[in-house]
């Protein structure tokens, strides 16, 4: 029996989010200990099979409720289904799938809900694991839009093309929506794309508190309502937003980490002044800039992704981010 292994990595956003869905660029990249693994073999039936993150089954009531409170009411399982489903949809007319049948499982260590991709981690596994076994030619510029139609068109839940892009394309990734940069094809739209030396990235650092976490819809689906109403601020900001990344474009090319750190506090700062943040987040970014670390979130709250000078600030960084109960990752691109 043939046994299909696909993995995706979590993503930190390294500069320019949120601005990826609301024609922005940004430009991020994959962690390589942090991901999701999906298995798929020939089955007699089609079967998709639970992991620990669908549990049903709890210790206690108490159990249960911290479970809920940490993780909401809905696992990965979900999006497994929604993802074989617009698999599905975007081949029928356009590629013939053979009639065998297949199990599906995943598993995962990116912690939830703390804006580190990992909803999209699982569908873009999903989707590699289904590509081989049906033997479908999809784009791979296409993927990351494909992906993208499970969570905001089959499950209502507002995203944007950057965490699919950079988990499609892995490594250290420039990535351009602007209405200049997208084209359509096949009934998908898509901008961009730019993978760039891996290399050029200084010594980065993720930190993220599991307790701290919060669905991105939370940010995102107030955002949208904004940017559809025309929003002069929020437009403004997601100018500025453009701005700075070009700017860390070319930073990252002239090897200038201090206008760097510079720019991606100056990120945060801007995502401050559209969107309300936790006191807990916040305390996160403080502490990190308190001893010398440049901070922002990595992408919709509860992880922070910065740059760290020297192995002292590195250090203080580390004593920080303990008293706060935080996981600390000292990163580069998968």
């Avoid at 210790?59 to 289904?81: N, P």
């Avoid at 049906?134 to 499950?155: D, F, G, K, R």
Wanted: contains cysteine.
């Amino acid at each position: 029996m043939e046994m299909l292994q696909h993995r995706a990595y979590a993503r930190a956003g390294l500069i320019g989010n949120p601005s990826d869905g609301y024609g922005g660029k940004t430009i991020a990249f994959t962690i390589p200990s942090l991901y999701a693994d999906v298995v798929l073999y020939e089955w007699e039936e089609l079967e998709v099979i639970p992991s620990q993150e669908d549990r049903g089954r709890f210790g206690s009531i108490a159990d249960l409720v911290r479970d809920v409170e940490q993780h909401g009411y809905y696992g990965g399982i979900r999006l497994v289904k929604a993802t074989i489903k617009r698999f599905f949809d975007f081949c029928n007319g356009r590629f013939d799938l053979h009639n065998r049948n297949f199990s599906i499982r995943y598993e995962t260590n990116i912690p939830r809900q703390v804006g580190l991709a990992g909803s999209s981690a699982i569908i873009v596994a999903t989707l590699r694991a289904l590509l081989e076994f049906y033997e479908v030619p999809i784009a791979q510029h296409l993927q990351p839009s494909l992906a993208l139609t499970v969570e905001t068109e089959e499950l209502g839940i507002a995203a944007g093309l950057q965490d699919r892009v950079v988990q499609v394309c892995e490594g250290l990734v420039a990535m351009d929506f602007t209405a200049a940069a997208m084209t359509e094809q096949e009934g998908l739209w898509y901008g961009g794309y730019e993978q760039l030396d891996a290399a050029l990235l200084p010594p980065a650092y993720v930190a993220y508190s599991s307790d701290l976490g919060e669905p991105t819809e939370v940010t995102h689906n107030d955002l949208r309502s904004r940017y559809l109403q025309g929003d002069t601020e929020l437009l403004s900001v997601m100018q500025e937003l453009v701005d700075i990344t070009d700017q860390a474009r070319l930073a990252l090319d002239a090897g200038d980490s201090g206008q760097l750190a510079e720019l991606i506090d100056r990120n945060f700062d801007l995502r401050q002044s559209i969107c309300s943040v936790q006191p807990g987040h916040l305390a996160m970014v403080d502490a990190a800039r308190s001893v010398g670390a440049s901070a922002k979130f990595a992408g919709s709250g509860g992880a922070i992704v910065g740059l760290v000078p020297d192995e002292q600030v590195y250090a203080e960084l580390a004593s920080q981010m303990q008293k706060l109960g935080c996981q600390l990752l000292r990163t580069s691109p998968a």
